[in-house]
């Protein structure tokens, strides 16, 4: 397997430098974040400082880089593993010496179908915040209103709305009535297992582990998210394969609701999780105090139920919370 390191550079006004691969190579045309694979005896970082100057004509410190994820990626036969590290911090003025153009983008208006496929949970996991609050099952869907303005207000940025035992159509409709909030917090909600209602609402879709084997083809547009909830390494293969932009993995802890379910642990979901092609949050038994532990543990953050509903969460995309 090939070993790549890519460089997330973020400037202070938080946008990403994107690179467009040039005529005569693989995948020409589509864009990526810079860098190269690891030439005998070098180490990631070292690499990707190679790298940078080589690409870039940039000079970065290594000891500076901040892992963001690793993604195991197969062209084909042409596997890979590539490295995504965020680099605030360089000398000279990056220009494109070994690439058809370079842009510096606001990650949030890139449009993840410029990008080539390996590097599309890059931006993903950019995108994405470290809290993945879901909505208690037992709220009235006025009461799930309150509950997600509430968690808006107080900093969250990414929300399933998952009410069970609610006919469809009035979850539905209780998700319409939060379009406006979500638009001026510029925030996104996930409806739970209704693909028809998220295409109809211009929201996204929270997957089960069923849908996930009944599906052929990515349900939603790539400008639309599109998660599931997955146990196993093969559920995040299958999440993987589908063209979901995240998953959950759970149950990291015992949980007071699936309290026979045996829990993985950290060690378990991090070797899971590196072994994943996309950004993977921690559910089951863990709050929004544990978020650092899952970023240890190769996580994008966590997910969860209880704890998360009189929390404050921070703001921003993932380069300002990594």
């Known amino acids: 397997m090939m070993h790549v390191a890519a460089g997330v550079l973020v400037d202070g006004a938080g946008r990403i430098l994107i690179a467009q691969r040039p005529p005569g190579k693989h995948l020409a045309g589509l864009w990526e974040f810079p860098g190269g694979k690891l030439e005998p005896g070098e180490d990631t ?3 990707l400082e190679r790298e940078l100057d080589e690409e870039l004509g940039i000079a970065v410190d290594p000891l500076s880089f901040e892992p963001l994820i690793r993604i195991p990626w197969s062209y084909g036969e042409r596997a890979m593993c590539l490295d995504a590290l965020v680099v605030r911090a360089w000398s000279g003025e990056p220009a494109a010496l070994d690439a058809a153009a370079i842009a ?3 990650p949030r208006d890139i449009d993840p179908a410029m990008l080539a496929p390996a590097d599309r949970p890059i931006l993903a996991a950019l995108r994405l915040p470290e809290h993945y609050p879901i909505t208690p099952a037992d709220l009235s869907v006025d009461t799930a209103i309150t509950h997600v303005r509430v968690a808006l207000a107080r900093g969250e940025r990414l929300i399933q709305w998952r009410l069970p035992s609610m006919p469809l159509t009035q979850a539905r409709a209780g998700a319409a009535l ?4 979500l638009h001026r917090f510029g925030a996104s909600m996930l409806l739970n297992r209704d693909i028809e209602g998220a295409r109809d609402l211009g929201l996204g879709v929270h997957l089960s582990a069923a849908q996930l084997r009944e599906l052929d ?3 939603l547009p790539l400008s639309q998210w599109v998660a599931a909830s997955c146990h196993d390494a093969e559920e995040l293969a299958l999440a993987s394969r589908l063209g979901c932009d995240f998953a959950t993995l759970s149950p990291v802890m015992t949980t007071a609701s699936h309290p026979d379910a045996e829990p993985l642990g950290w060690p378990r979901f991090a070797k899971l999780v590196e072994a994943a ?3 993977v949050f921690a559910l089951g ?3 929004p105090g544990d978020a650092a532990v ?3 543990h190769a996580g994008q953050g966590v997910a969860g139920i209880r704890g998360f509903g009189a929390m404050a969460s921070r703001t921003g995309f993932a380069p300002s919370l990594r």
Do not use: I
């Open 285 to 287: 038994g863990v709050g």
């Open 178 to 181: 939060l379009l406006p909030d």
């Open 104 to 106: 510096w983008r606001d």
């Open 294 to 296: 899952a970023r240890m």
């Open 277 to 279: 092609s996309l950004p």
């Open 45 to 47: 970082a070292a690499a």
């Open 217 to 219: 083809t990515r349900p």
